[in-house]
């Protein structure tokens, strides 16, 4: 059993950056592969970037790519999600997941999810 715990989310202005983090326990950190997730109000939880369980290679969504950057660290059983030049639209919830495969884009291929953390940018 792997649990995974969000922190970071808040509120920022349009512009600004935010920093997520998911701690992972239960099991070694650096076997994951791991990845980020939101949902927005009204909407499917959609994919955001991905890691895989060496942190050697990251996978993003269009709509984040070149603003967001998902990282690792296995020491300390982290991954990690840095977000600037946030939009309105990227108002969600956040949620890490664990996948057994690199590139998980699919929810359906994640084992185990955390609680989310929500993300709010204002205009």
């Known amino acids: 059993q792997v649990q995974l715990v969000e922190s970071g989310g808040g509120l920022v202005q349009a512009g600004g950056s935010l920093r997520l983090s998911c701690a992972a326990s239960g099991h070694s950190g650096s076997t994951y592969n791991m990845g980020w997730f939101r949902r927005a109000p009204g909407k499917e939880r959609e994919f955001v970037a991905a890691?895989?369980?060496?942190?050697?290679?990251?996978y993003y969504a269009d709509s984040v790519k070149g603003r967001f950057t998902i990282s690792k660290d296995n020491a300390k059983n982290t991954v990690s999600l840095q977000m600037n030049s946030l939009k309105p639209e990227d108002t969600a919830v956040y949620y890490c997941?664990?996948?057994?495969?690199?590139?998980?884009?699919?929810?359906?291929?994640?084992?185990?999810w955390g609680q989310g953390t929500q993300v709010t940018v204002s205009s």
């Open positions: 997941g664990v996948a057994d495969v690199f590139v998980a884009t699919q929810a359906g291929q994640y084992a185990y």
């Open positions: 890691v895989s369980w060496s942190g050697g290679n990251t």
